[in-house]
């Protein structure tokens, strides 16, 4: 695996968790783990790649243009990473304003849906490890990607 497909599995790995990624390698068709490595290298590769957008940033354009697009699965899987690339529930609340002024408010009522559901399994999975999880769970805002996966272009 060459350095720059590396640093964007290890950021894939970092914000939706290692559990999330080792499913989705688990196929053992070599088609499928060729897939894996395209969609890295293609999707996690434009976050690796430096450049004046933060991890949050990033983060937040990806969650409007799932959401604009209605690809609700690619929309709570990021929703759900919010707390680890600096994206606060206000943030993401406020972003659907946006979508639905610019997108629809089909598109935006499908992500305030989809929203309820990441949140509600937030709640429940904190419930169950009898922890507390704060309404407005955040990283600092300068989150930025991890020095191992910068890479310049």
């Known amino acids: 695996m060459d350095e720059a497909l590396s640093a964007a599995y290890e950021l894939r790995r970092a ?3 290692d559990a999330y990624v080792d499913a989705q390698k ?3 068709d070599p088609v499928a783990q060729d897939f894996q490595d395209h969609i ?3 999707a996690w590769g434009v976050w690796t790649r ?3 957008l933060s991890t949050r940033d990033r983060s937040l354009l990806v969650l409007a243009m799932t959401a604009a697009l209605g ?3 690619e929309f709570k899987l990021h929703a759900s990473a919010q707390a680890r690339t600096g994206v606060s529930d206000a943030e993401l609340d406020e972003l659907l304003f ?3 002024a610019y997108c629809g408010a089909p598109a935006a009522i499908s992500a305030k849906r ?3 559901e990441v949140r509600a399994t937030r709640a429940a999975d904190a419930a169950a490890a009898d922890t507390s999880v704060p309404a407005d769970t955040t990283v600092p805002a300068d989150t ?3 020095a191992a996966a910068s890479t310049e272009a």
Do not use: I, K, N
Request: glycine share 12%; proline share 8%; net charge positive.
């Open 15 to 17: 914000m939706l968790g």
């Open 26 to 28: 688990a196929e053992t």
């Open 40 to 42: 890295t290298r293609q």
């Open 50 to 52: 430096g450049g004046p």
């Open 71 to 73: 690809r609700m699965e």
């Open 98 to 100: 946006q979508v639905a």
């Open 114 to 116: 989809a929203l309820r």
């Open 144 to 146: 930025s990607v991890p």
